[in-house]
């Protein structure tokens, strides 16, 4: 989710939507929101929150819309500050990018009700004191270090997903005990739909499988069905074409 003012960093947002793009993430925010009905900002805001796996927080130098709501924003904290917390309270991943006292747009004159400024300091406060929050002087040093952070991102994310394969291959529970001839598999394959034809390719491998060659190799463009044909013909003719197997592994 990209959260932020909008009307001070609409560019700010373009550019951090299109790296996010660029990186096949989904961005969501306030521009992709529609009429909703019986809905309010908190609800619509906390929805987008909800569905974001990372938040990406852009603060500027205004505060931006605060909601009224006693219940809910009693501390009457603007919208990208509540966006804010709700990523905390979900433990998503969150990255924030606060704009220098170097850009363009200069605090002066743009939080002209101090009770305003306090609160985005303590915002920018409490965000520095959680984690790195790197700050931006344009809208492409924006670019750059949004670019940075989400490549690193996709990285992290890859490289769990890798370390995660891994431990569940470790983890895998052998059989017991397998008898000779039956299929040893490690782990099964699962074919993603009916079996159907294959009668020429099947007599190539039962001819091999009668034969004194020890290898064959089935070698096919992505998706021709080599693994299906394999994993077909070890479960259905293996067996009955050579009895004197001394097993069968997958």
């Excluded at 409490?126 to 490549?151: G, H, K, N, W, Y």
């Excluded at 890859?158 to 005990?177: H, W």
Aim: with cysteine; aromatic share 8%.
């Amino acid at each position: 989710m990209v959260s932020s003012t909008f009307e001070d960093v609409v560019e700010h947002r373009k550019a951090a939507v299109e790296v996010l793009l660029r990186l096949d993430l989904f961005p969501i925010g306030m521009e992709f929101d529609s009429a909703k009905a019986g809905k309010n900002v908190i609800d619509s805001s906390f929805e987008f929150v909800d569905k974001a796996h990372v938040y990406v927080g852009i603060v500027s130098h205004r505060v931006g819309g605060v909601p009224c709501d006693a219940t809910r924003n009693p501390d009457e904290l603007s919208i990208t500050e509540l966006e804010y917390r709700r990523a905390l309270e979900r433990k998503i991943p969150v990255y924030m990018f606060l704009m220098s006292d170097e850009h363009a747009v200069k605090k002066d004159g743009v939080e002209i009700v101090e009770a305003n400024r306090v609160k985005l300091e303590a915002l920018k406060d409490d965000a520095t004191s959680r984690s790195i929050c790197p700050r931006f002087s344009s809208v492409e040093e924006l670019r750059t270090l949004v670019l940075q952070s989400m490549a690193e991102f996709k990285l992290e994310q890859e490289s769990a997903a890798v370390a995660e394969a891994a431990t569940a291959l470790q983890e895998y529970d052998e059989p017991a005990e397998v008898k000779a001839p039956d299929l040893l598999a490690l782990p099964r394959y699962i074919p993603g739909h009916d079996f159907v034809g294959r009668r020429p390719e099947f007599k190539v491998l039962d001819s091999w499988a009668k034969g004194d060659q020890p290898v064959m190799v089935v070698e096919a463009i992505v998706g021709e069905g080599k693994s299906m044909l394999a994993w077909q013909w070890l479960n259905d003719r293996a067996g009955a074409v050579r009895g004197d197997l001394a097993g069968v592994l997958w």
